[in-house]
């Protein structure tokens, strides 16, 4: 059966004449579908931020700053930075509409062997890990009021994540708007969940609990300082995971741009007074205490209804796997159509829409990071290498308009912003190897692994033709498989 007798379609790529920055596929192909709109783009943005991070990791910047005056700030920076990339991100994505984000730009900027180096680990380690982290949280609150005296059995807790992420990749195969909806209304509950804890702060401001405010043991060492960074800026990641699905988004050069300064805007006022929240209740020694510090701040002041915490941060989680599964497929569909992914991925379901090889890969790859218990030091690995990489890709805009200064650019950024955001991450990979060279030198290794990978499938064209069609009757035998 050859590959138009099947359900899937490949799908052409874009030609690349001149200057011209390709963009969706054409109209007479088979093609994923705008379907988008801008308060699915905004939810889509805001559910991929909160997810388990500002409900757990004040912790992890207040042991980089030392009090909680100084950990406000670095929210604070933290957001203005987020914002000052993801409005890069809107020339970006607005001159390259393409599926994929960073690494499209990349591709396109400095080439294929860059970009694949970015693809590697970021499809095989850290969406993957991530998400499967972000599934096991998930897992921990779904069942700790079942457990209100010691931790969930931990192979309850596998399985439990282990359907979250198979529920969720049935959802995207089947339909874009079924994971938008889900997307929706969970980024509601999350967004619902932090007003309550906002609005217990403001009412403990009111009553005069501002004891711990202040700037007491603020840490001097810059090298920690700038861990504390790396803590906020976790939190805010997934600001640019528009720009990987920006072909079904409608109209991208009016909503892209304002979807992501609505987004951002949005969860860094929710963090900043989230946090604030926590301090009015929570002394600096039991938030270093704590592994949960919402739960923590709930136990203290929410007595009987004090359970309804621990459920509101599994849906938010539960809202954040699906944001991670939703953009993470489409990474891998972009570096399919690239031909640095295996050519099934860039089968789209024709009755359904949607990149269903692409959703089942990284879900399989989520649930295999499930089997192994130290998937954290993984993230903690390649952290620097996911900030390293948005860098490179914000260092394509001053590229680009000294290399095509004539390219449409339907958003044009001040230069002043790429400046500083690629100086700002300078700052927060360069100082924290000087700190933790140990788990940076793991980091590089990783990265590295991709170069054999990159010359031995990528690079090398004139393959026997015995392996060609291999890979060929492979890849037919898996359309078969999909086929509803």
């Not at 805001?46 to 500002?54: A, L, N, R």
């Not at 900027?109 to 993957?128: D, N, Q, Y």
């Not at 295999?368 to 996911?386: D, E, R």
């Not at 394509?396 to 950024?413: E, F, G, M, S």
Request: proline share 6%; net charge neutral; glycine share 6%.
């Amino acid at each position: 059966m050859t590959k138009k007798e099947t359900k899937y379609e490949e799908v052409a790529q874009d030609e690349q004449p001149g200057n011209e920055v390709p963009g969706p596929p054409a109209d007479d192909g088979v093609r994923l579908q705008a379907k988008m709109s801008l308060l699915n783009g905004v939810t889509v943005i805001v559910g991929s931020i909160i997810g388990s991070g500002i409900f757990v990791s004040p912790t992890g910047v207040l042991v980089g700053t030392g009090s909680v005056n100084l950990a406000l700030i670095v929210w604070v920076l933290s957001g203005l930075f987020s914002m000052v990339g993801a409005y890069c991100y809107a020339e970006l994505g607005t001159m390259i509409r393409k599926t994929g984000a960073d690494y499209a730009y990349i591709m396109i900027t400095f080439g294929p062997f860059l970009a694949f180096i970015r693809l590697w680990v970021e499809c095989l380690i850290v969406r993957p890990c991530s998400q499967a982290i972000v599934a096991l949280t998930f897992a921990v609150y779904i069942l700790k009021p079942l457990y209100p005296e010691c931790n969930p059995p931990d192979e309850s807790v596998r399985m439990l994540a282990t359907c979250c992420i198979c529920l969720l990749a049935f959802i995207n195969c089947w339909d874009v708007k079924w994971s938008t909806f889900v997307q929706d209304f969970f980024t509601y509950a999350k967004l619902l969940a932090l007003a309550i804890i906002i609005g217990t702060g403001f009412y403990q401001l009111a009553t005069g609990h501002t004891e711990y405010f202040t700037f007491e043991n603020s840490e001097t060492d810059i090298t920690k300082i700038a861990l504390s960074f790396y803590s906020g800026l976790f939190a805010y990641n997934g600001w640019n995971y528009l720009n990987f699905i920006i072909e079904e988004l409608k109209d991208p050069v009016r909503n892209l741009p304002l979807a992501i300064y609505i987004s951002v805007t949005v969860v860094t006022f929710v963090y900043v007074f989230a946090n604030v929240a926590f301090y009015t209740t929570l002394s600096p020694a039991e938030v270093l205490a704590s592994e949960a510090v919402a739960v923590t701040f709930a136990n203290k002041l929410y007595g009987a209804f004090a359970w309804t915490i621990p459920v509101f941060v599994a849906m938010s989680t539960f809202g954040a796997v699906n944001g991670i599964l939703l953009t993470s497929s489409r990474l891998f569909y972009a570096g399919a159509m690239e031909g640095q992914m295996p050519e099934i991925l860039t089968m789209i379901q024709v009755s359904r829409m949607t990149p269903t090889p692409a959703v089942l890969v990284i879900a399989l790859l989520s649930l295999l990071y499930l089997t192994s218990s130290n998937i954290f030091a993984l993230i903690n690995y390649v952290g620097f290498a996911t900030w390293l990489s948005i860098g490179l890709a914000v260092f394509c805009v001053p590229y680009l308009r000294w290399k095509q200064p004539t390219l449409d650019r339907p958003i044009r950024v001040s230069l002043i912003f790429p400046i500083i955001y690629i100086l700002g991450t300078l700052f927060i990979t360069i100082v924290p190897m000087i700190a933790s060279p140990v788990e940076t030198g793991v980091g590089v290794l990783i990265i590295f692994t991709g170069v054999p990978v990159y010359f031995l499938f990528i690079a090398w064209k004139n393959k026997p033709r015995a392996i060609a069609k291999t890979i060929d009757a492979v890849t037919v035998l898996l359309q078969k498989l999909l086929m509803p």
